[in-house]
């Protein structure tokens, strides 16, 4: 039996970015990262759309992105001279009905009072900036002219799995199995392969299956698995000047090099709870809901070419679509990461930080977190994140 001072639950971004941040603010004792897929071939992080925006509707979420953002600028001074994400900086642009008006400027104010570089712009404005598009049924827009876009997700993950390597990390390939608790503490985490390690601190950072875990400990968590499918198409026009583009029915686009990748027609009066091994992507979604949205908001998307598809899995919570972060309340010594509900990747440099920081020195510094703590789901208070894509 193996101990540790900490053992993180979950190696793909979340649980790399706490290490990786641990060790940066001065942690001197022993982890475990725990991963029970270490290619990520069905991660949240490498099959998610890989974005980063500041339009959220609430402070605390735009100051997360902000500090990812700020991480971004400085890669190659943290991560190496070679350290790069392929960041395509081209912006969010999310339109609005005349129904949906009011949020979007509500949010708009929150953004711009957190110095995001957000410009709301009526739909004759909108058309004459963005020619391809149609504004029909469209009240107003909101365009992030900086400091949003697309990257590599992949790239931005074995970044921080890489850096971890003379660390002194030890990288734990199982799936975990149990957790014993003693009272108001999470004494020992059983894995798959026989193992027990014991933990002074155990983190969930187990992405979609974060509610399952913590279920183990007798704790719930309101964290499930929700599929999300992804489409791959061409067209014979080529827009430069695209951001990544919402559609007021939550359908999005966006260019990938020279073809467009398109989601987001999940309903919501059907969303349910998926099942963990499935992973095949909703066609009928493309062909029924998104295609033709599609052709009617970029008339130029009527003549495409389907190419392929993926699913992959948000880690959803289902009280008010935000993170929960930080120590549990009594079993002080078990940490959420858990339940970004598809901002996880942008979110997770800044989660790693602050929860480091946490554990170090006993409090937030950088960003204060306390909004996203546990005490809210126990009591049943949502804080509500309004722009979820």
């Not at 990520?40 to 992105?65: G, K, Y």
């Amino acid at each position: 039996m193996a101990g540790y001072d900490i053992v993180i639950i979950g190696g793909a971004i979340v649980g790399s970015s706490i290490a990786w941040h641990l060790r940066e603010e001065g942690f001197a004792g022993t982890i475990a990262l725990v991963e029970r897929d270490p290619q990520f071939a069905r991660a949240a992080t490498t099959l998610s759309c890989a974005s980063i925006r500041q339009q959220f509707s609430i402070a605390e979420n735009i100051r997360l992105s902000q500090y990812t953002l700020a991480l971004f600028r400085r890669l190659k001074q943290e991560f190496g001279a070679e350290a790069d994400i392929a960041f395509r900086e081209k912006g969010y642009l999310i339109l609005a009905s005349e129904e949906g008006l009011p949020v979007l400027k509500a949010s708009h104010a929150v953004q711009t009072a957190e110095g995001a570089d957000i410009l709301m712009e009526d739909a004759a404005a909108l058309s004459r900036r963005f020619g391809w598009l149609s504004t029909e049924g469209i009240a107003g827009g909101a365009w992030g002219r900086s400091g949003e876009g697309w990257f590599d997700a992949h790239a931005l993950l074995m970044l921080f799995r890489k850096a971890l390597k003379d660390r002194k990390i030890d990288m734990i390939r199982a799936s975990v199995t149990g957790l014993n608790r003693q009272g108001n503490r999470i004494t020992a985490v059983k894995l798959d392969n026989g193992e027990r390690l014991e933990a002074g601190i155990v983190m969930n950072a187990a992405g979609p299956n974060g509610g399952r875990v913590a279920a183990m400990a007798g704790i719930a968590l309101p964290v499930e698995p929700r599929k999300r499918s992804v489409f791959v198409f061409e067209a014979r026009e080529r827009f430069d000047d695209m951001p990544l583009l919402v559609d007021p029915s939550g359908i999005y686009v966006r260019p990938e090099g020279s073809v467009y990748i398109t989601g987001g027609a999940e309903p919501h009066e059907t969303d349910r709870a998926a099942d963990p091994g499935d992973f095949e992507p909703d066609w009928p979604l493309f062909e029924e809901t998104i295609w033709p949205v599609l052709a009617a908001r970029i008339p130029a998307f009527e003549a495409i070419k389907v190419g392929r598809a993926w699913a992959g899995h948000y880690d959803y919570n289902t009280l008010d679509q935000n993170a929960v972060i930080g120590q549990h309340p009594e079993v002080k010594n078990f940490i959420f990461a858990n339940g970004f509900s598809g901002h996880g990747l942008q979110q997770a440099p800044a989660v790693g930080r602050a929860l480091a920081e946490l554990i170090v020195h006993g409090g937030y510094r950088t960003i204060d977190c306390s909004v996203f703590g546990y005490e809210r789901v126990a009591q049943g208070r949502p804080y509500r994140e309004l722009n979820v894509i």
